[in-house]
């Protein structure tokens, strides 16, 4: 994977939290990133919730998320 990760729609640099949501909620095998704002639009919910997402998955040990 390249080391600096970009949105698929507005190139964006991407977080490893948010690269690591992208995993989880698309799949491993997705090549294409989404930065929260795309994510959201993409998975039709919001901001918020992706953020609340990733402190789940924190929680949950997932070495994803930094
Ligand atoms: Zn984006």
């Known amino acids: 994977m390249a080391k600096h990760s970009k949105c698929c729609i507005c190139e964006s640099y991407l977080s490893k939290?948010?690269?690591g949501l992208n995993k989880k909620l698309i799949g491993k095998?997705?090549?294409k990133y989404f930065c929260l704002?795309?994510?959201a639009v993409h998975?039709?919910?919001t901001v918020d919730d992706l953020?609340?997402?990733i402190e789940d998955f924190k929680s949950e040990g997932c070495t994803l998320f930094g």
């Open 43 to 45: 998975l039709d919910t």
């Open 29 to 31: 095998s997705n090549d």
């Open 37 to 39: 704002n795309c994510l």
């Open 17 to 19: 939290n948010e690269i």
């Open 51 to 53: 953020q609340e997402k």
